[in-house]
């Protein structure tokens, strides 16, 4: 997920489709985005009854409003927006009479309806509805969202003829068609799998109903004896550890004498609505097994993304009630929740009654619709993800500018309805945070029975999966965990390339793990550069002695069926 890698400061907020833990996601996506906007009839109670009982504090924010609207009018308010708002940074905002005075009203409403909650005295949860039902009204009110309004979408009319607005009622109209019904954050055509993005040289060594499983072919002369398994999340495609040449975590990892190999789930349909945690785990149990066969090794070493590592790590357990822990020898979670505690918004929002409803409209259908959980990511962060490209796509009529993990977003795939009621009650039970609180293929899982290495990656500015949950991992397994706290968020935080030329990339680490994720952070160094050298390192001293590189794909019992990346990624 569901949803980046920066190419420019607005690309790196766009990218992230950060906001809430996976449940919740899962949670709108099924039930319908649009119940988020809503504070609900309990929080609407709540925030009324708060009110009538601070008449005081409402008369005063009255008169402050009427006052400062007043100052607005005469031109005498100094009311600015905050200096790192991306919306208002054309100089029209501050230097057009108009667009100040509506700027001045627009924020000075909002303030003002934000304090109000906050004099209502609502508890957390009320709160936590109601501010975010209040925000997302506000952000759509935006008067950089309004044609007449904005001063970029005025210029492009003069510059134009109007034909801005021609473009854009054409976008508008295509995009309103059919899902997610957002602005498009990136043409359909903008790349091209296995050419432009997914574009590493490998082969097909194994098909079966559920996954593909793709060997790399090897860069270097030499390679480690022990191969590393990609496990990527069964939420979006393979690609985005693939993403593009020079940005490709899989390239790189070969150019540092590892054997890679990754799995490409295939996208299911209606057909397959049975598919759970079983079906996925024990594919990723045969994974293992066709890896350890083509590389004629005991044990593979694993990396395992977002909802991936959530399976992994149910797979660990298993393999460890049945005795067979030797088949991973380490094992790597990058924004990976297994302990799911909810906090903030993810435990307002999402309630029992509305994560039963959620199982039950996907158990309808069949399965959860990816261009669904798009919409959801969109609308969790409106005002890069939805309101920045309104006004690009539609106000000015421009294309939005190709960005290879934006893509690799768009290409959704669809979710099992199993597999979403699967993830729905293990994050309400946080099973995996409990001795036997979760069974895989008949076995009750215990983390701390897995003993493998573990090496645990999370964003700093994650939202998605916040680094403190990512951080728990570390004390739930039984074998020594390392920890790697990059300065991106989600998805950056795994398209992280080795980039000698930016200064800002670096990441923080610790040879300890304490139990406290704020004395892990107050005791770790902070080290230059990408992360992904560190990990190429701890892999290193896991992964066996160096050996000649294999000359052909596959084996005797898996031989070569098609070129990488396959056929399942391209399944729409």
């Not at 627009?106 to 109601?130: F, H, K, N, P």
């Not at 460890?320 to 790597?332: C, D, L, Q, Y």
Request: aromatic share 8%; charged share 20%.
């Amino acid at each position: 997920m569901s949803t980046p890698t920066t190419q420019t400061t607005d690309g790196a907020a766009e990218a992230e489709l950060a906001g809430a833990p996976l449940d919740l996601l899962l949670t709108d996506a099924a039930r319908g985005n649009w119940r988020r906007l809503l504070p609900g009839t309990n929080g609407a109670v709540a925030l009324v009854r708060g009110l009538a009982n601070r008449p005081a504090k409402v008369a005063g924010r009255a008169r402050g409003l009427a006052g400062e609207l007043g100052r607005i009018a005469l031109g005498r308010s100094r009311v600015e927006p905050e200096p790192k708002d991306r919306r208002f940074t054309d100089p029209a905002w501050a230097d057009n009479p108009l667009l100040r005075r509506a700027l001045q009203t627009y924020l000075t409403t909002t303030r003002t309806a934000e304090a109000l909650i906050s004099d209502a005295r609502l508890g957390e949860q009320d709160r936590l509805r109601v501010q975010t039902a209040v925000s997302n009204v506000a952000d759509a009110l935006a008067p950089s969202n309004n044609p007449l309004l904005n001063p970029k979408a005025l210029k492009a009319v003069v510059d134009t003829g109007g034909a801005n607005f021609v473009r854009g009622a054409r976008r508008l109209a295509r995009d309103l068609s059919e899902p997610p019904r957002v602005p498009t954050m990136v043409e359909p055509d903008a790349f091209t799998v296995g050419e432009t993005i997914a574009a590493t040289p490998g082969t097909v060594v194994a098909r079966t109903e559920q996954f593909e499983l793709i060997q790399y072919t090897p860069s270097t002369d030499q390679v480690h004896e022990v191969p590393l398994l990609i496990v990527p999340p069964t939420i979006n495609k393979f690609y985005v550890v693939d993403i593009a040449p020079g940005r490709s975590l899989v390239e790189y990892l070969l150019g540092e004498g590892h054997q890679v190999y990754t799995i490409s789930w295939r996208n299911p349909d209606v057909r397959h609505a049975r598919w759970g945690f079983d079906t996925y785990g024990g594919a990723i149990v045969s994974a293992v097994d066709t890896v350890r066969e083509v590389a004629d090794v005991p044990g593979v070493a694993l990396l395992s993304l977002c909802a991936g590592g959530v399976l992994s790590s149910m797979v660990l357990g298993h393999l460890a009630a049945v005795g067979e822990s030797e088949k991973v020898v380490a094992a790597a979670f990058s924004v990976s929740v297994l302990d799911q505690r909810k906090a903030g918004v993810t435990g307002a929002l999402l309630t029992p009654a509305a994560a039963d409803a959620a199982v039950r409209a996907s158990a309808a259908r069949g399965f959860l619709d990816g261009r669904a959980l798009a919409e959801v990511f969109a609308w969790l962060r409106p005002n890069d993800l939805v309101w920045n490209y309104w006004v690009q796509s539609y106000l000015l009529g421009q294309a939005p500018k190709p960005f290879d993990v934006l893509y690799w977003n768009a290409d959704s795939t669809r979710l099992a309805a199993r597999l979403h009621r699967d993830f729905v009650h293990l994050a309400q039970r946080n099973g995996l945070t409990e001795p036997d609180g979760v069974v895989m293929l008949g076995s009750t899982v215990n983390l701390s029975q897995v003993t493998a290495d573990t090496y645990v990656t999370a964003g700093i500015s994650d939202h998605l999966c916040p680094w403190q949950n990512c951080y728990a991992s570390t004390q739930l397994f039984g074998g020594t965990s390392r920890f790697v706290l990059s300065t991106s968020g989600h998805i950056a935080s795994i398209v992280n390339p080795v980039n000698p030329g930016n200064k800002k990339a670096h990441f923080r680490t610790s040879e300890h793990t304490p139990p406290d994720p704020a004395d892990w952070l107050a005791g770790a160094r902070t080290v230059e550069g990408s992360w992904w050298p560190d990990f190429s390192g701890w892999l290193h001293a896991r992964t066996g002695d160096l050996l000649a590189a294999p000359k052909t794909p596959g084996s005797d019992d898996h031989p070569p069926i098609e070129a990488a990346p396959g056929s399942y990624v391209f399944v729409r």
